[in-house]
């Protein structure tokens, strides 16, 4: 027999397809051709297979070797299946166990000298050969730390091609290769978490920290340069809980895809500060032929903080709307679609002008009053109805008998049990934190509040001050207030700190 199949895997986002590869021989000219709709990068695959094979003792048959990738209609790209494309034209002729390579999912691309190269995206292809029922799996060796992450499938590293024709039962000799190093992007350990004990002063912007990460919910900062917003920002991550295997394993699976270093599963949230001058496209995330994800999926499972948002391009800014909304991003482009989780907690910070001084006591601002309403106006009306708590801070004058603020452990714990107890609530529905529920439910669900204790928003509601998605997000910020104070149910008090909260921003 002249055929040789075995399996590889094609993503498009963090979703994985499972691909068929099989080699035959025909008595044309002698040559090596690939069908299936593979992109440049994979059809370029037949010359690294060739010199591969050939430096590795496993040389090709002098035949026409056709290799199909099924399913014909999905594309394919990157390199990560030259491996498997190799494998299946050496079986055509070698004498592998075609049983072995038919359960066997084979990752990596190959370098001329027949060595197995690290590919980003092995986390998330792993994860999609063990749900779609593969118990064995074949990635470069620089890539098996992040492929040993996935439970439930046998996971074998390879230094090179010969090492992956001895796994299915290939005679060849042992040559000893020195291995292609892991992709290096930066040390994966990640420093101590900041203190939030180190916070001077600001008591009311530490509460408002607290019911946020307690909450999940979106926080805008306005003050000026010195007031401690960016501190603030970088404490959050240190507020909130671990994430939990499905999470961290996601966040993981990002990170793989983005090309970045994975050893372990990290279990503290992820925290993206994209530069300002970052475009949509760094944010929502894109390309050509191979989706790289941007700075919103990073940041899923975490918080992404956008320091001087004035700063940033209107158009950037609006990108981040659907996701807010959705808690997913769709990335269309002309030769696919892709889905992108987004669930994350947005930290936007700004100056109230392009000096910083606008409003300051004792400062002097020298921005024109038009440069001021266009620096503000990049925060479009539609973004900050969807940002749940907003806070306005003024420098902090003495430091004299202020001391050491609440602690980072302290406040977590705050938080945990605040979730805990909105986990509880919402046992039996789709949500598990307060900022996730949806606004119908809260309004006319089981656990709607009486109409005396929402008559200050009920009003705000009627003068037009707030819309109604800003009315349901004071209501979900009300409840976390009760679940902080261990109340069964949000009470007059309760909404109205959360109206507080909403329009702090604009009040100060």
Sequence with gaps: MSLGRTWSVVLTGLVGDIVEVEADLSNQIPGFSIIGLADKALGEAQQRVHNACANSDLPLPRRHVTVNLSPANLPKRGSAMDV?????????????????????????????DGRLRP????????VAAARAGFRRVIVPQGNLAEAELVDGIDVRGAVSLRDVARAHG?????????????????????????????VIGQRDAVEALVVAAAGGHHLLMSGPPGAGK????????????DLDDDTALQVASIRSLAGLPVTSLQRRPPFEAPHHTASAV????????????GAIARASGGVLFL????????HALDALRQPLESGRMEIHRAGFRAVLPARFQLVIATNPCPCGNYGVPGGACSCPSLAIRRYLGRLSGPLVDRIDIELGLQRISATQGIGAGTTSEEARGRVIAARDRAGRRLADTPWRMNSEVEGTWLRSGPLRPDRSITRPLDDALHRGSITLRGYDRVLRVAWTLADLAGKDRPDAADVGGALYLKRGASAS
């Design 282 to 293: 760094a944010l929502v995330g894109g390309g050509s032929r191979i989706l790289q994800p």
């Design 84 to 112: 498997a494309v190799a494998i299946a034209a050496v079986a055509t002729e070698a004498p592998l166990d075609r049983q072995s390579l038919l359960e066997t999912v084979h990752l990596g691309e190959l370098g001329l």
């Design 230 to 241: 960016t501190m603030l920002a970088k404490r959050l991550p240190g507020l909130l809980p």
């Design 119 to 126: 590919v980003s995206g092995v986390l998330p292809a792993v």
């Design 307 to 314: 320091d001087e948002a004035g700063e940033f391009s209107g």
């Design 170 to 198: 290939l005679d060849v000799p042992d040559v000893e290769v020195e291995p292609v190093a892991a992709i290096d992007g930066g040390a994966a350990d990640e420093p101590p978490a900041p203190d939030l004990a180190e």
